[in-house]
């Protein structure tokens, strides 16, 4: 099993910072944001991890090196232009195929160790598996949602105005090897991207999609407040007391 950071985008929610730094290089309490998923995928025994971002790359290469620090071997790829999630995991497959694959976005922080879910994972037989979240309705609509019907996902909508549920995609993903033939066959959306929700609509339809409902607190860090408030849970995990 290998993993995938996806650490891509022009980060313009924090403009002016990110005219001179990658937002996946922003702290996260006391840690640079990039490090949270490269130990979630650690933690779960993965080791073999593909950091891709942009045109910042050497940015990643002086903080992360070959990733011996955080107990990772760590390979890099460039994605070219804002084009999705599933152009950027695209461009690892030479590095990541013939085997599956767990994808985590860069700005996703886990409280929930993810092993058992890979575990999981690794008695399907083929197929993809997906991390979902209970949220506010409201807060749905800012997410993938996915309907689930007598415990199987039967559809997953972007952003929808009218959620289905309250049960939303977080940003890690877990594929079989045929996930770069099935990404080949995507046209972009409306934005120009090649959609993951799309991506992972092909597995709905063919049944072999599979999920778990995570218990534990998740956030992204992408704009500024929910990098404030993921600071605020991690330094709370630690234990951290605030002060005057």
């Known amino acids: 099993m290998k993993g995938v950071v996806l650490a891509g985008g022009l980060g313009r929610r924090f403009d002016p910072v990110t005219r001179v730094v990658n937002k996946h290089l922003l702290d996260v309490f006391d840690q640079p944001m990039i490090y949270f998923p490269i130990r979630t995928l650690v933690k779960a025994g993965i ?22 620090e955080l107990g990772a071997e760590i390979r890099y790829a460039v994605q070219d232009g804002e084009l999705g999630i599933s152009h950027a995991l695209l461009q690892t497959e030479e ?22 879910f890979v575990r999981r994972y690794e008695e399907q037989q083929t197929g ?12 749905a609509k800012r997410f993938a949602v996915a309907e689930v019907v007598e415990g199987k996902v039967v559809d997953i909508v972007e952003k929808p105005q009218e959620p289905k549920s309250d049960l939303v995609v977080t940003g890690c993903y877990m594929f079989d090897d045929r996930v770069f033939d099935f990404i080949r066959t995507l046209r972009p959306s409306e934005r120009n991207e090649y959609e993951v929700t799309d991506l992972l609509n092909i597995y709905v339809r ?17 704009t500024p407040p929910s990098k404030l408030k993921a600071s605020i849970l991690v330094a709370l995990q630690k234990g951290v007391t605030f002060h005057r």
Not at 99 to 109: A, E, P, S
């Open 128 to 139: 993809a598996f997906v991390l979902l979240k209970e949220v506010g309705t409201e807060d």
């Open 95 to 116: 590095l990541v195929a013939g085997g599956r694959v767990v994808v985590i976005l860069g700005d996703n922080i886990y409280q929930t160790d993810i092993s058992a």
């Open 206 to 222: 063919e049944g072999t999609l599979h999920h778990d409902v995570l218990a534990g607190w998740w956030t992204d860090a992408g």
């Open 47 to 68: 080791t073999d991890v593909t950091v891709v971002t942009g045109k910042e790359i050497n940015q990643f290469r002086e903080l992360l090196g070959d990733g011996h």
